[in-house]
């Protein structure tokens, strides 16, 4: 695991890299976008009334989402400030009490056990340097029987201890989780596990998406607002990744689990 913190993600997040990469993927800032939040909001089973929390919630968009289109109540919680600063300018007054907020840690959730029908998350764990107490606090925050439902981007084929480190550290992500690792971690929290599937094919596509809008479509934008030298930067690393997406060492995986 590489000595990546949670400081080290929210200073990267308050600036230049969470600006490029919503330019990249949108305000929701996941792979797939509305549509792939649909996807798991049917296999989650979000309705109105649904009470979830969206662990890890960037600007909102997500939660903004399950709102409005399920009438779902939802608490976004993250620990990056200007992510959740920007979120709730972001929440249309329309929405009311329906979408809330909260600045906290993942790994230490400032919610009582048992308040949340489902506990979701979309490409953002692979941030945590802890998956392990991740998972044991969704299980605590969930209500008996309740339903844990997220993407994350998995390690899904060998690579050298320098293309591991390489990736990583260009994303800001400790270490990886791969399908298996995450099945089991869920099984030892006590979550039935109903959906344990690969996505890395499409996610290859993606990155491929993102490299080109990066090189032909935002290349001026970015270096015009933040340099030629982290224009480079994103060139260099989201090369990377395009790569390893198509050898079969990096993907996603999308997880649905209950509480037993």
Known sequence: MLDITISDVTAAYEGAVGIIWEMLMGEQIHVGGGEETDLLAGMAGVRAGTRVLDVLSGLGGPARHLARIYGATVTGLDATE???????????????DSVVFRLGNALDMPFKSGTF???WGQDSWCYVTDKDRLIRECYRVAVPGGTIAFTDWIQTGAMSDDERRSLNAFMLFPYMETLPGYKKLLRRHRFAVRECEDLSEDFASHMHRYRNALTCDLKGRI???????????????????????????????????RKE
Do not use: P, Q, Y
């Open 82 to 96: 200007r992510m959740v600063s920007e979120a709730v300018l972001r929440t249309e007054n329309s929405l009311g």
């Open 223 to 257: 270096v015009e607002r933040f340099g030629a030298g982290a224009f480079r930067k994103m060139e260099h690393g989201i090369g990377l990744w395009v790569d390893a997406a198509d050898e079969g060492k990096v993907g996603r995986g999308r997880f649905v689990g």
């Open 117 to 119: 029908d489902v506990v």
